[in-house]
Every structure is written in C-alpha cells, then in structure tokens.
C-alpha cells in the first residue's frame, strides 16, 4: 500500500504562487507515475497535472498548462506542483494520486491511490 499526503496549500490573492507537495510511503515510489487533480465545490475532480515514473514525461490540462509546472524527486519520496499567476478558477482541493503503471495518465480511474487532499483558495 501506497500511503500519500499532501501539503503546502492555503490562501493566496491571484496572481500569486504556492508550491503544493506530496510525501509517498509505503512502497518503491520510483517505479510510480504521479499526478494531481482538483476538485472544486459542486465540480467533479479534474486532472491537474501529471508525472511518468522517470520524470521524462508530463502532461498538464489546458487550463493549467505554462502556469504549472509538476516535478518529483525519487531520492525523497516526493512529487511537487508549483503553482504561478494564480486565478480564482484554481481555488479547489487538490489531490495527489499515483499508479503503479508508470505511465503519466489523465483519467481518475487510473490512480489507485490517493492523498487526502490539501485546500488552495484563491482570492480575486
């Protein structure tokens, strides 16, 4: 079992930047693909972003995409979303999640294995 927590969220006036990160424990985090999604009150979670188990490849929605930007380091356990120009359509909780199939998917139902969640709010 993978366990994964999320940190580093809270309040921020648009136009700024947070960093978000995701501790993994439980199991060879290197050979998992990692991704964040956000759900924001009364949407469906939504893919944020996503990682390859190597780190080569990356994926990110439209919405965040040359605002965003996910990094993992192996050697700590750890996946990091980093958060710049922010707007108040970002404001959500945002999720960390893995697979073990290494590959840097979009879709929900491909990541077994999920954090908690950590609050960004984004003011206007």
């Known amino acids: 079992q993978l366990q994964l927590v999320e940190s580093g969220g809270g309040l921020v006036q648009a136009g700024g930047s947070l960093r978000l990160s995701c501790a993994a424990s439980?199991?060879?985090?290197?050979?998992?693909?990692m991704a964040w999604f956000r759900q924001a009150p009364g949407k469906e979670r939504e893919f944020a972003a996503a990682i390859s188990w190597s780190g080569d490849i990356t994926h990110y929605a439209d919405s965040v995409k040359g605002r965003f930007t996910i990094s993992r380091d192996n050697a700590k356990n750890t996946v990091s979303l980093q958060m710049n120009t922010l707007k108040p359509e970002d404001t959500a909780v945002y999720y960390c999640a893995a697979n073990y199939y290494g590959v840097a998917a979009v879709a929900t139902n491909q990541y077994p294995y999920w954090g908690r969640g950590t609050q960004v709010t984004v003011s206007s």
């Open positions: 439980g199991r060879t985090f290197s050979r998992y693909a």
